[in-house]
T-cell receptor
Framework: AQSVTQLGSHVSVSEGALVLLRCNYS??????LFWYVQYPNQGLQLLLK??????LVKGINGFEAEFKKSETSFHLTKPSAHMSDAAEYFC????????????FGSGTRLLVRP | NAGVTQTPKFQVLKTGQSMTLQCAQD?????MSWYRQDPGMGLRLIHY???????DQGEVPNGYNVSRSTTEDFPLRLLSAAPSQTSVYFC???????????FGEGSWLTVV
């Protein structure tokens, strides 16, 4: 069975500091991996995804993530946090089979201090 | 969220009432899903469908029914609403390659 673990339900950084949101997954088959962002009272917005190919994936708003198969990780980073990055972030994994079911982590709320 | 339309966006129900959350997509995708989002739990899969006439249960199916009579539509029915079903619901439509997923804008449901 697949699962996703996001370490830290809340992460607080200062404006301009590095953002690191952790995601580990388990999957018996090669996964697709996703990061979504959700602003208050809004829907989900795709930040980036890994399907195949290059393991370092660049997304929108300056975010990137690296797929590390040996560590079963897909951590999200951004070199310099902006106040506008304050939101909730979800990591998700899906199976490359006929179901394409997405399994989500429990989410990490990013707080950005001025 | 182009292509996936969810209605209504907000709804308040009384315990025991029934209602249907509508989801429609115009991308001819075979795969569609319903998720619910609760604080601290991420999104959990309720039901999914791999094509017209084919549905299956996800992680939290109890209290919900679905049907898929057409490729475009995948309604979610609450037969007898309970306060535990207060949540935000998201419909998703998935491209056949599986690597692109389109979400609706969400439906905020409160059961009192």
């Amino acid at each position: 069975a697949q699962s996703v673990t996001q370490l830290g339900s809340h992460v607080s950084v200062s404006e301009g500091a590095l953002v690191l949101l952790r995601c580990n997954y388990s999957s018996s088959v090669p996964p697709y991996l996703f990061w979504y962002v959700q602003y208050p009272n809004q829907g989900l917005q795709l930040l980036l995804k890994y399907t195949t190919g290059a393991t370092l994936v660049k997304g929108i708003n300056g975010f990137e993530a690296e797929f590390k198969k040996s560590e079963t990780s897909f951590h999200l980073t951004k070199p310099s946090a902006h106040m506008s990055d304050a939101a909730e972030y979800f990591c998700a994994v899906s199976r490359m089979d006929s179901s394409y079911k997405l399994i989500f982590g429990s989410g990490t709320r990013l707080l950005v201090r001025p | 969220n182009a292509g996936v339309t969810q209605t209504p966006k907000f709804q308040v129900l009384k315990t025991g009432q029934s209602m249907t959350l509508q989801c429609a997509q115009d991308m001819n995708h075979e795969y569609m899903s319903w998720y619910r989002q609760d604080p601290g739990m991420g999104l959990r899969l309720i039901h999914y469908s791999v094509g017209a006439g084919i549905t299956d249960q996800g992680e939290v199916p109890n209290g919900y029914n679905v049907s898929r009579s057409t490729t475009e539509d995948f309604p979610l029915r609450l037969l007898s609403a309970a306060p535990s079903q207060t949540s935000v619901y998201f419909c998703a439509s998935i491209q056949s390659s599986g690597n692109t997923i389109y979400f609706g804008e969400g439906s905020w449901l409160t059961v009192v």
